[in-house]
């Protein structure tokens, strides 16, 4: 399940276990609506913590939604991942996409990440680097 939340300053989104096609498919049509023109700079929170590793068959639909997003106005994105590798293919994509130098991936299981993603989602304020580096396991 993903859930969409728009916030004055951007958007948070959370995935809720593995995303299937047709739930990324959803999310790239909530966030034409959610995203008009019309709207300057914003920054995104993406909470992946209960996904695991990227299934290569939704890594297509995740490239196409950093591009909508970077497309609309999107500066900063804080990732939250749950593993180094998931980390790492959350990275490749992003630099795919051009997201990279805006994206801050963030270790879902340090104690305050949802702060240290809004303060780099909405100020740009640079995460602490234990909150920062997700452990470099596999997930």
Do not use: Y
């Not at 969409?4 to 047709?22: F, K, V």
């Amino acid at each position: 399940m993903i859930k969409l939340d728009d916030a004055p300053w951007g958007l948070r989104i959370e995935m809720q276990g593995q995303p299937t096609r047709q739930e990324l498919s959803k999310l790239l049509d909530d966030l034409r609506k959610a995203l008009p023109s019309a709207r300057p700079f914003f920054g995104v929170i993406l909470d992946m913590s209960g996904t695991g590793l990227i299934n290569p068959e939704v890594r297509d639909l995740l490239v196409q939604a950093q591009k909508l997003l970077q497309s609309k106005g999107m500066i900063r994105m804080a990732a939250s991942l749950t593993s180094g590798l998931a980390t790492s293919q959350f990275r490749r994509i992003s630099s795919e996409t051009g997201v990279g130098p805006g994206l801050r991936c963030l270790d879902s299981k340090a104690t305050g990440w949802q702060m240290v993603a809004e303060r780099w989602a909405v100020s740009g304020h640079e995460p602490e680097s234990a909150i920062a580096n997700p452990a470099s396991t596999g997930g």
